[in-house]
């Protein structure tokens, strides 16, 4: 008898001891994860995941360390990875994430078809973002290898108390309605747009789609060949509008983030073709702005406002990780939920989750989100190429400051 009742004794130890280990609110378990973060602990971002972090070990019990790398994360992580470091989950741009370093990530289907604690019994793959799922899915080849989170569109960003003063009820839809807008704005002493030269490629690569569309454009980077008349109709468009008084002459010297600090920040400009990251980098310098969001209007024969580049960070998990499970828990804990509703919150950014507030700056921005039907690749390709980049900056600068007319500026182009 006695022998029965040690017994017993041992066999409830070892299910107390297995459900210790399961990491969920009964019981702790040893698993210490290690977190490589894209972000600075002083940035909003990485603020919130460190205060998620503490809340999620109290919860599960699951340690995470986090090495807040910051950008420079792009050179240290391939190190660090080819030499077996210890890193068990890693984030960054949801492509180069999946293109730079595909060949160290955990394929993640079979984690996506359960349910979790935040995700109210339905599998995580349906509570969240399904377009920027699916955008994962495609470049990992049919699997999903990382987990977008902090979505990002580039649409026009706005001051909509500059345009209620200038008499604009509602933001551009067509190439002759920003016209006006501008117009309407000059006419009360404000500029409508400006740009900075860390988006003048992007400025023309989105004015190229718009102008001939995205596979045009795409062809314009490969071949190397910018003798198309669209050029030359970009070239006499910004032309008019300096002239005009409706392009920021100053975005001709403007270093980022000179143009969204000096101009838009300050009320001197009105408009910037931007990403909706943009409230939140100048939050500090215009915390009372409120803003609007619209597509850039078609100009010509391309692709109008259904077609816009969007994208994410994302999270990677290490394939040589010990903790799959533990990790992948850790990542539904940031993107469903509570916390992917901070995170959205402080750091004026999209949610992932689906049923997550969206911040009240970027209500706008939805509307333009959930209306595209057209992915646009990153400045539809004019950054692809540091040559081509480097010409369009140069020759867009001279054009704005009158160097160059539309003409010489296709010339130029076109060499």
Same mark, same amino acid.
């Given at each position: 008898m006695k022998r029965r009742i040690v017994l017993a004794a041992v066999a409830l130890a070892a299910l107390l001891g297995l459900?210790?280990?399961?990491?969920?609110?009964?019981?702790? !378990?040893?698993?210490? /994860?290690?977190?490589?973060?894209?972000?600075?602990?002083?940035?909003?971002?990485?603020?919130?995941?460190?205060?998620?972090?503490?809340?999620?070990?109290?919860?599960?019990?699951?340690g995470v360390d986090i090495n807040f790398n910051g950008r420079e994360i792009r050179k240290t992580l391939q190190p660090a990875l080819d030499a077996g470091e210890t890193i068990d989950l890693f984030d960054e741009d949801i492509e180069r994430v999946s293109?730079?370093?595909?060949?160290?990530?955990?394929?993640?289907?079979?984690?996506?078809?359960?349910?979790?604690?935040?995700?109210?019994?339905?599998?995580?793959?349906?509570?969240?973002?399904?377009?920027?799922?699916?955008?994962?899915?495609?470049?990992?080849?049919?699997?999903?290898?990382?987990i977008p989170y902090q979505?990002? %569109?580039?649409?026009?960003?706005?001051?909509?108390?500059?345009?209620?003063?200038?008499?604009i009820s509602d933001p551009p839809k067509t190439g002759e309605e920003l016209l006006e807008a501008c117009a309407k704005l000059k006419a009360i002493g404000v500029t409508g747009i400006t740009v900075d030269d860390a988006y003048m490629a992007a400025f023309f690569g989105y004015n190229m789609d718009r102008l001939v569309g995205a596979d045009? !454009?795409? %062809?314009?980077?490969?071949?190397?060949?910018?003798?198309?008349?669209?050029?030359?109709?970009?070239?006499?468009?910004i032309e008019m509008m300096v002239q005009n008084?409706?392009?920021?002459?100053?975005?001709? #010297?403007?270093?980022?983030?000179?143009?969204?600090?000096?101009?838009?920040?300050?009320?001197?400009? %009105?408009?910037?073709?931007?990403?909706?990251?943009?409230?939140?980098?100048?939050k500090g310098n215009a915390p009372t702005m409120r803003w609007g969001a619209f597509a850039w209007p078609a100009f010509g024969s391309g692709d109008g406002s259904e077609a816009n580049n969007f994208g994410?960070?994302?999270?990677?998990?290490?394939?040589? !990780?010990?903790?799959?499970?533990?990790?992948?828990?850790?990542?539904?804990?940031?993107? #469903?939920?509570e916390w992917d509703g901070t995170l959205a919150k402080e750091s004026i950014g999209i949610p992932m989750g689906n049923d997550s507030a969206w911040p009240?700056?970027?209500?706008?921005?939805?509307?333009?989100?959930? #209306?595209?039907?057209?992915?646009?690749?990153? %400045?539809?390709?004019?950054?692809?190429?540091?040559?081509?980049?480097?010409? /369009?900056?140069e020759n867009f600068a001279k054009l704005i400051m009158g160097s160059l007319n539309a003409e010489q500026?296709?010339?130029?182009?076109?060499?």
């Open positions: 459900a210790g280990c399961s990491g969920n609110k009964s019981g702790g !378990t040893s698993a210490k /994860i290690v977190y490589w973060s894209m972000w600075n602990e002083t940035e909003p971002q990485g603020q919130v995941i460190a205060r998620a972090a503490d809340a999620f070990t109290k919860e599960t019990g699951i293109n730079t370093w595909g060949n160290h990530l955990l394929p993640l289907n079979e984690y996506i078809a359960k349910s979790y604690s935040t995700t109210d019994g339905k599998p995580y793959g349906e509570v969240i973002n399904k377009t920027l799922l699916d955008l994962a899915r495609s470049l990992g080849g049919g699997q999903v290898k990382n979505p990002s %569109a580039f649409v026009t960003m706005y001051n909509k108390d500059l345009f209620e003063q200038a008499g045009a !454009t795409l %062809a314009m980077v490969k071949n190397n060949d910018f003798t198309g008349p669209q050029v030359l109709a970009f070239g006499q468009l008084g409706y392009f920021s002459q100053k975005a001709a #010297s403007n270093i980022y983030p000179a143009g969204q600090v000096e101009e838009i920040a300050t009320g001197k400009v %009105a408009m910037y073709l931007n990403g909706t990251w943009l409230p939140n980098e100048i994410s960070q994302s999270f990677g998990i290490n394939k040589n !990780t010990k903790y799959p499970e533990e990790t992948f828990r850790f990542i539904v804990w940031l993107t #469903s939920g009240e700056a970027l209500a706008e921005a939805k509307a333009v989100v959930d #209306s595209t039907t057209k992915r646009l690749p990153w %400045a539809v390709g004019m950054e692809d190429s540091p040559d081509i980049n480097a010409k /369009i900056k500026f296709a010339e130029a182009m076109a060499k």
